[in-house]
């Protein structure tokens, strides 16, 4: 398997504990994707009773479609971090900031 390397903004915390990446609030997909939905969503979020054993692996966030975001520079985020976890009924990024 062929690897990639890149610098990305790492998720310092999930709080969606039922989502299938999350072990002891850390995200460990290999990154997620921010939605353009009105409260910035983690489309990545996957709702399940499994959680990974990729526990080692630290998530990045690879895309953000949040346009209005003010971390948001080229459909890519630009802070050290977020945090993702609910905001109403969704899971979203609570670092989201309307610029």
């Known amino acids: 398997m062929q690897h ?12 969606a504990t039922e989502c299938a ?7 460990h997909a290999r990154a ?9 969503g983690c489309d990545t979020f996957c709702s399940s009773t499994d959680h ?11 895309a953000c479609k949040a346009r209005d975001c003010k971390y948001n ?3 890519e985020c630009v802070t050290d971090q977020i945090r993702v976890g609910h905001s109403a009924s969704a ?5 989201y900031a309307r610029r």
């Open 91 to 95: 899971v979203n990024c609570l670092t």
């Open 21 to 27: 990446y999350n072990a002891d609030t850390k995200c």
């Open 52 to 62: 990974t054993k990729a526990a080692q692996r630290i998530a990045g966030v690879g």
């Open 73 to 75: 520079e080229d459909f």
């Open 4 to 15: 990639l390397s890149i610098d990305m903004p790492i998720v310092g915390l999930c709080d």
């Open 32 to 40: 997620i994707t921010v939605g353009d939905s009105l409260r910035a």
